[in-house]
């Protein structure tokens, strides 16, 4: 089973600040089955990028992400105060078939 | 627009019985991934079941096996979660998500299932 690990745990950034989350498999992984989510306090987590580097639809070109086999980073350029939230990645196993998400990433206000 | 709504949680007693059921529309369920992810209060995302496009492949987390089932009914384009032997630790908000692309979920509004006695 692939897991994932994020760092740092927390993030304290101003806005106009970049972000920028860590996101490492335990063994190497497709581009094609990596996903970053955001989720804000009491809503369900919201699709950024899919397969890596994709960005979702409506995203703006400020987020990206980026990286292969085992290290993957979403960025976030000139954070602006919606983007204070917390950051998932998450893997996608089609053997199994199954989803395995990173522990979370927490961007504060600093 | 890729839309889904979940219904059915609530309050329910442990050892008690639940049925998440989630209203898909936009796309037809049959020609996707779809997963039930939940989510403890103030924990990660756990994705507790998957189910194929045809059917033929389920996946459940070892924390739910056994106790858990997850289907699907073409004809409403609907998913359900049957929970039963429900404990404590199974409270939390139950995502129900749509896959695509490989890797990235669209995903419901959540329903909150609490286990409490």
């Known amino acids: 089973e692939v897991v994932l690990t994020q760092s740092p745990g927390t993030l304290s950034l101003s806005p106009g600040d970049r972000a920028t989350v860590s996101c490492r498999a335990s063994?190497?992984?497709?581009?094609?089955?990596l996903a970053w989510y955001q989720q804000k306090t009491g809503r369900a987590p919201r699709l950024l990028i899919y397969g890596a580097s994709t960005r979702a639809t409506g995203i703006p070109d400020r987020v990206s992400g980026s990286g292969s086999g085992t290290d993957f980073t979403l960025t976030i350029n000139r954070l602006e105060p919606e983007d204070f939230a917390v950051y998932y990645c998450q893997h996608y196993d089609s053997s199994v078939p199954r989803y395995t998400f990173g522990q979370g990433t927490k961007v504060e206000i600093k | 627009e890729v839309r889904l709504v979940e219904s059915g949680g609530g309050l329910v007693q442990p050892g008690g019985s639940l049925r998440l059921s989630c209203a898909a529309s936009?796309?037809?369920?049959?020609?996707?991934?779809t997963t039930w992810v939940r989510q403890a209060p103030g924990k990660g995302l756990e994705c507790i079941s998957v189910?194929?496009?045809?059917?033929?492949?389920?996946y459940y987390a070892e924390s739910v096996r056994g106790r858990f089932d997850i289907s699907r009914d073409d004809s409403k384009n609907m998913l359900y979660l049957q929970m039963n032997s429900l404990r404590v630790d199974d409270t939390a908000i139950y995502y129900c998500?749509?896959?695509?692309?490989?890797?990235?979920?669209?995903w419901g509004q959540g329903a909150l299932v609490v286990v409490s006695s």
């Open positions: 998500a749509r896959g695509f692309a490989d890797s990235g979920l669209n």
């Open positions: 189910m194929s496009t045809n059917g033929a492949r389920v």
């Open positions: 936009g796309f037809i369920v049959n020609g996707h991934y």
């Open positions: 063994q190497s992984v497709s581009s094609t089955n």
